[in-house]
Nanobody, 120 residues
Framework: EVQLVESGGGLVQAGGSLRLSCAASGFTFDDYAIGWVRQAPGKEREGVSC????????YYADSVKGRFTISSDNAKNTVYLQMNSLKPEDTAVYYC?????????????WGKGTLVVVSS
């Protein structure tokens, strides 16, 4: 059974940082791309970032380039999203998602999400 479990969300002031983690199990981690998708209240899901576990290639949405960094620890089957210089508009539920390629925001497998709230 595929499982993606997010952690690390919380409340932070604007300008602060958070690191999200996504622990994956139930599939061959090296064969998949792992991404982060966020959904703010009343808005559509937005693909934020993605990493290919096989070659380490990455993708970032323009809205987070230069502020967010995605990384992968293949030994731990875990993907991280380091979020710096957070803005109130980054407030959203952040979902970890997996697929054979980075097809954000449409991915096959999803976690339950972790809430990030950035106060102004």
């Amino acid at each position: 059974e595929v499982q993606l479990v997010e952690s690390g969300g919380g409340l932070v002031q604007a300008g602060g940082s958070l690191r999200l983690s996504c622990a994956a199990s139930g599939f061959t981690f090296d064969d998949y791309a792992i991404g982060w998708v966020r959904q703010a209240p009343g808005k559509e899901r937005e693909g934020v970032s993605c990493i290919s576990s096989s070659d380490g290639s990455t993708y970032y949405a323009d809205s987070v380039k230069g502020r967010f960094t995605i990384s992968s620890d293949n030994a731990k089957n875990t993907v991280y999203l380091q979020m710096n210089s957070l803005k109130p508009e980054d407030t959203a539920v952040y979902y970890c998602a997996a697929d054979l390629s980075c097809s954000l925001p449409l991915m096959d497998y999803w976690g339950k999400g972790t809430l990030v709230v950035v106060s102004s």
